[in-house]
């Protein structure tokens, strides 16, 4: 089912990686991921979530603070019975894992331009197919998947048209515009209004929004290296002033966690 990222004919097993009938070749890690991600495709180095991004929201997330959320998502995804699905932007794979353990029979994939991130996520499910690559270029074949999972990632839309089988769809989970609301409040002296509408937009001919929900909580943020991971995994890492990141991390506090899923159809097949 991988293509090469290069030519995009199909890729077959050769000594410890990958390789498709042009000679295009692709080692296996020996932490058991692939990179498909050719040097001609990347824009920087080290493209994506660099070490202490991964790290932070590994140790972030591994406290359980958003476990409600993974779970849900899981459940959502559980219940559409997928046979081949892709976390695309997977990160370090926290929410991937999850969703690989309430889908034990189907075919799974995660993929995200941060070999940093890949690099620790394939260790949290061997058994799926983890790939350093890019959401623009997926090296899977067209009609390929069942279900898409996006979390907190951004997409491009017309590579998960491409890779939806007709009749799947993509589960799309991403903050309300009330999350994390009081961190923010304390960040800036303006809070930025977010539209959590605005993906629906971008919704391409051939695809259509077929359910929402939304899922909101309080948390304690009750120590300081939960309240420094979460800084330092979000955009408000290096966009709030040293002054202002300091007093967040300095005290105890409760914020709203509030998160919707969208759960995108591709039309069947007529
Ligand atoms: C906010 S993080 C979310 C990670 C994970 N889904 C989670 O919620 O823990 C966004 C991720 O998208 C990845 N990313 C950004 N641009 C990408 C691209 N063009 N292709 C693949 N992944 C990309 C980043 O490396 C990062 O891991």
Not at 28 to 40: H, K, S
Not at 86 to 106: K, S
Not at 127 to 137: D, E, F
């Amino acid at each position: 089912m991988l293509t090469c990222p290069i030519c995009q004919a199909q890729l077959s097993p050769v000594d410890n990686g990958l390789a498709c009938p042009a000679n295009h070749r692709f080692d296996r890690a020996r932490q058991g991921y692939y990179n498909l991600l050719p040097v001609q495709h990347k824009n920087s180095r080290d493209p994506g979530d660099n070490q202490a991004m991964v790290e932070a929201r590994r140790r972030f997330l591994d406290g359980g603070h958003y476990a409600p959320l993974a779970k849900r998502l899981a459940e959502l995804a559980a219940e559409r019975g997928p046979l081949t699905w892709l976390d695309i932007g997977c990160g370090e794979g926290y929410y991937t894992a999850q969703l690989a353990e309430l889908l034990p029979e189907a075919d799974g994939h995660a993929l995200d331009i941060s070999r940093e991130a890949v690099k620790r996520a394939c260790k949290r499910a061997p058994q799926l197919t983890w790939l350093v690559a890019s959401m623009a270029r997926v090296p899977l074949g067209d009609a390929s998947c069942d279900l898409l999972a996006s979390v907190f990632s951004p997409l491009d839309w017309q590579e998960a048209l491409r890779l939806l089988k007709p009749g799947g769809g993509l589960l799309r989970m991403g903050p309300t515009r009330v999350h994390l609301m009081e961190l923010r409040q304390k960040l800036y002296d303006e809070v930025r209004d977010y539209d959590d509408q605005k993906h629906l937009e971008l919704i391409p001919a051939g695809m259509r929004l077929a359910h929402s929900e939304t899922i909101s909580f309080p948390l304690l943020l009750a120590d300081a290296q939960a309240r420094a991971d979460l800084l330092a995994m979000t955009p408000h890492g290096w966009r709030a002033s040293a002054e202002r990141r300091a007093a967040v991390i300095a005290e105890d506090f409760e914020v709203t966690v509030s998160i919707r899923y969208d759960w995108i159809e591709k039309g069947s097949a007529r």
